[in-house]
Each structure stands twice: as C-alpha cells, then as structure tokens.
C-alpha cells in the first residue's frame, strides 16, 4: 500500500478494508468530501507498463490463452474492415465528391489508416494486454485521459454494432429477395419514430455472436476467417463481374456532361481528399485486432504482421472495388445509396447479382460483428482490471480463457439497443468518437517516446508543447479548408493552406532536432518518429473537421456524461482499489511491479 497515500487520507485502509467508498451512505459521503483531493492524485496517474502485465492484469484471475498467430490477426483485421457499409460508401464517395479518383481516395485514407496502425502496433507490442487504446492512454497520459478515451470506445463499438445488426436484416432480405426489410421487423404503436420497428433477427445475430466469443477465442477467430475467405471471395466476384461488363471510358467521362465535369478527377485535389475523409471510416475496425494482443502467440513478430498486413490488403481490395465501380457507371449516375445493386440492376440480365451482393453484406456483417464484439468486451475487461468500474466485468473464466462477463454484458446491452433503435440514429456518435481515439492514440505515442515511462519520465513539458502546438496548426489548416471560399480572391485560401502546412513541417523539423527521444521502443517501434504518429494527428484533426456539427454537440454531451460518471463513482473505486492493494496477486512492493510478465508470451 503507498504510505503517501495514508499520510493524505489517513481514512483510506480503514474504507478499503470496510467496504471503501460505497460501503454506505456515510462512507460515499465522506468520498465525495475528497473529490478534489483524489482527483489531484488520480487524474494524471499514470501506471507502468509492466504493472499493466502483472498486478493489473490478475485482478481478472484466470489468464486468456496465447493461442492466436498472425493469420488469425490478419482474418479479423479483414473482417472488422470489410464490413457492408464499404458497398454504400465507395458510391457515395464518387458521386458526391471525388468521382472516378475515389480510387486515389482510398488510397489516401489506406495510408492514414495504416500511420494509425503503425502507433497502435508500437504499443501493443511493447504491452500485449487486452486493454488496448485504453491501456496505452493509461501508461501515457494517465487514469482520466483513459477511462474519457474507454467510454467513447465502449460508447462506438455498442452503437456501431447495434447499428450492423440492424442492418443485417436488411442485407439478408435483399439476399433472399426481400427488399423492405420492415416486412422482418415489427411495428410498435405509440414509440417515437426510429424506435418503432422491434427487430428480432439483429438481436438473434448478436446473441449468437456473444454465445461464440463467450466460449473460446480461437474458435471465434476460425469462425471468423472462413466467413471473411468466404466474404472477400464474394467481394473479388463483385469486382470481376464490374472489369467484365465496366468500361473503360467511365472514367473520365460523365452521363451529363453539361452538368457534370469530366475527368479522372472532376473536382480537382479538393474532390479526393473530400472523399479520403468520406472513405476513411471504412478502415475502422483494425484497432480492434490491437486488444486481442494479449491472446497473440508471438506478439512481436505476429501484430505487426496482423495489423499492418489487413490494412494493406484491405487498401487493395477498396481500390479495385471503387474501380470496378467507376467503371460500370459515370460516376454522375451512381445510385450514392445503392451503388453496385444499382448498377447491376440497370443491365440487361444481371439484377441476380445484386442478390449477390446481399450474400457477400451479410457474411461481412457478421464478420465486422464478431471482431467488434471481440474487441468490445477486451476492452470493458481492462477497464475493470484498472478499478474505475466494477471488478466483476474483468474476471477471465478459467474454463474458456475469455472475459464472459464483459461480453454477456455487452452482448446484452447491444441487443437491446438493436431491438428498437434504427441505423441512423445509432450512427451519428460512431465517427467522432473513433477518429477522437486514433488522434489520442498517435500523441500518447510521441508523448511516451520523448517523455519516458512512470517514475523514470523526463521532458514532458517539451513533448506536451509539441503536441499542443501541432494540434492547433493541424486546426488551422482544418478550419481554413472547410471555412474559406474555395475561390478566395487571389489564391488567399491556397495561400494560407500552404503556410499551415510548411507550418506543421518546420514544427515537426523543430522538435526532432532540439529534444531527444527518452526511450527507445524495445522490439518495434513507428519508423520515422516524430514524422509518422505526427502526420496521423494531422489526419485525423482533418478528418475530425469533416464532421458536422450535431456531431460535436452529441460527442460534448456523451463526454460530459463520462466526465461526470469518474468524478462521482470512477476516481472513488479506482482510490479504493489502489488502497486495498488491487488484486489477486502480490506484487511484493513497488518495484516488482515493473517487472515484465511474459510468462506463455514469445519473442
């Protein structure tokens, strides 16, 4: 037990061993009277990685088996990216803003994705826990920065998949040749509209999901790479059968040419970097493979394979989709909604492909399904190893080797929320609270290779500058690009993207040259730091400023309600945990906390 923390709330054993903060009314009055004080000594608690490995880790009992490789990394990194949205997407994309270059434009947000993995890979390797972006916040920028970042993970990941299961049913029907899918959902009277339509199929798909990942990882992981062979191999049919009955001249050439311009690109660089933004949520899903690293056989040589090897593949695969795409139609008469069914539809003799395409969505539902609730219940474990939530959802079954009450719990929560709520009303939250984590996730990075870990950590005001400054020039440019006229009188727009950006560089330039590197990553480390995890936050403050503006609203409300649920339950029971010496195992003191717990874990 730290005797400082004693000295500052001489109440604190007495609480821990009696129950702690929430023993009663009296006892959680007196935890709120030390809010302020605990606040002070939580918030910016940062834990060292090794702990994270060791003492935090048997707070769940039971280990989860090493038995995944990176094949398996690989399936589920594919299968939570290729998911059914890519199908609307890549229409969506080409027809409202960067036409047949929508080809370059996955290009571009596959290169941002893969400077995201690229962080996300340095940590996992380094800390193979479960935790993921929570983890790594929590070793870097403290308890607050973490648990703010895992309640919008949970946040997305319990919406998004509640949202793919309802979409599931669509999909099926489609494939079936049932095209209302309110003919499988049923109507409620008197519920306000979009939680009207009972689906009972989603909330059968994500019950059976649960049941599969309750029971063993490395079944769940099988299941998931044949559907995923099985989905891309519907998807490169999709894509034969577009080379085959596509032209060529599609794609410079559009249906109204007085209405529409022609080209490869018709509305210029804006036009595809427009559409990279619009493309790039396709790419979520890789992060997710980052929280089964404490599962990974050989986390050093099997992650980075994993995480960067479906993020390449599914780079290709986008782009061979969006130009058999570009070339069946002019990208001026893609159906945005239904882009490939639409598109086949409209040929003699090929409307069957579109039942086609309905077969191949709902196989990737239910992969993009699996990976997420994967990485969902993951994620809700570590959380409750850390102490600021219930030490019940981190306990590991020692029968499966997997979180069973994180995943029951979720598994029920995101069936709930499927049973009744529709598509859009579950999106809007996803894409600011996943692109919020990936910009965290690339400054804990820098923050950790120039700062230092735990007692040992030095420079960190320089690396915070750093990252401050950065973050506003990337701002700057954001606002200039989405607020200035496009045709500033005198190029004054171009002008001003331009000093943001030779901004940014000399910034980055500045940095390398004046502060050292702390620590040197010990198997792998992000090549070209500080230059790759800065042009990642660069993204994805670009990426955020895309975003529209009830977005921002919802993403401050759900925050606020995160902020308020730490200060009146989290920071207690993360105090309470601390005091009572936190879990099974014993530690012998502060310094064997640091030691590395690679046991089953090879190099």
């Known amino acids: 037990m730290d005797k400082a923390a004693l000295v500052a709330d001489p109440d604190g054993a007495a609480r821990a061993g009696a129950g702690g903060s929430f023993a009663g009314l009296r006892a ?105 972006a929570f983890s790594y916040l929590r070793v870097t920028f403290g308890e607050f920065a973490a648990f703010l970042t895992g309640a919008n993970l949970i946040m997305e990941y319990v919406l998004s998949n509640a949202a793919v299961a309802r979409s599931f049913t669509a999909y099926l029907g489609t494939a079936v040749g049932v095209d209302a899918p309110s003919k499988w959902r049923i109507p409620v009277p008197g519920l306000p509209e979009g939680f009207n339509q009972v689906d009972l199929v989603a909330v059968g798909v994500i019950l059976l999901v649960s049941v599969c990942i309750c029971y063993s990882t490395k079944e769940s992981s099988l299941v998931n790479l044949v559907l995923t062979v099985v989905h891309v191999a519907f998807i490169l049919f999709v894509i034969a059968m577009g080379f085959k009955h596509g032209d060529a001249r599609n794609l410079s050439r559009p249906a109204d040419p007085s209405r529409s311009p022609g080209g490869f690109f018709p509305r210029g660089a804006a036009g595809v970097f427009d559409g990279a933004a619009a493309v790039y949520l396709s790419y979520i899903g890789y992060d997710a493979v980052s929280t089964m690293a404490e599962e990974v056989e050989h986390p050093a040589r099997d992650i980075p394979a994993g995480v960067s090897g479906s993020v390449a593949a599914v780079t290709a695969l986008y782009c061979l989709m969006a130009a058999s795409m570009s ?218 400023g895309s975003l529209d503006r009830p977005s921002y609203v919802r993403f401050g409300f759900f925050s606020a309600a995160a902020v308020l649920v730490y200060v009146l339950y989290s920071v207690h029971a993360s105090h309470d945990a601390e005091e009572s010496g936190g879990g099974a195992l014993d530690c012998g003191g502060g310094g064997a906390a640091k030691v590395q717990d690679d046991e089953g874990c090879k190099v």
């Open 28 to 132: 959680y009055g007196r935890a709120l009277a030390q809010t302020p004080r605990r606040l002070a000594r939580r918030a910016c608690a940062a834990t060292a990685p090794g702990e994270e490995m060791s003492r935090v880790r048997a707070r769940s009992g039971a280990r989860m088996a090493r038995a995944l490789r990176w094949w398996d990394l690989v399936g589920l990194g594919l299968g939570g990216m290729v998911g059914a949205g890519v199908f609307v997407t890549t229409g969506r994309a080409a027809r409202l803003y960067a036409g047949p270059g929508v080809v370059v434009s996955y290009a571009i947000a596959g290169l941002c994705a893969l400077l995201s993995a690229f962080c996300y890979t340095e940590f996992a390797v380094d800390m193979p826990v479960a935790g993921g």
């Open 327 to 544: 070339m069946l139609l002019p990208y001026d008469a893609i159906d945005p909604e239904a882009p490939f069914s639409g598109a086949f539809k409209g040929k003699t003799g090929m409307a069957w492909v579109s039942n086609v395409i309905g077969a191949g969505a709902s196989l990737g539902i239910l992969t993009s399904l699996m990976v997420a609730m994967l990485g969902q219940a993951r994620y809700l474990c570590v959380i409750g190893r850390s102490g600021v939530m219930p030490a019940w959802l981190a306990r590991v079954h020692p029968g499966t080797a997997t979180p069973v009450n994180a995943s029951a719990f979720l598994g029920l929560l995101t069936a709930a929320l499927a049973l009744f709520t529709e598509l859009d009303v579950l999106l809007d939250l996803v894409s600011i609270g996943t692109l919020f984590v990936f910009y965290m996730v690339a400054n804990a990075v820098v923050f950790r290779r120039y700062a230092g870990d735990g007692d040992g950590r030095r420079r960190a005001w320089p690396a915070l500058a750093f990252l401050g400054a950065f973050s506003l020039i990337a701002l700057a440019f954001t606002l200039v690009w989405q607020l200035a006229p496009a045709a500033a009188a005198g190029g004054a727009r171009t002008g001003l993207l331009a000093a943001c950006a030779a901004l940014a560089v000399a910034t980055v330039a500045a940095f390398q040259a004046l502060v050292p590197q702390a620590r040197a990553p010990g198997l792998w480390g992000v090549p070209g730091m500080p230059w790759v995890p800065a042009a990642s936050v660069f993204l994805n403050v670009f990426l955020l």
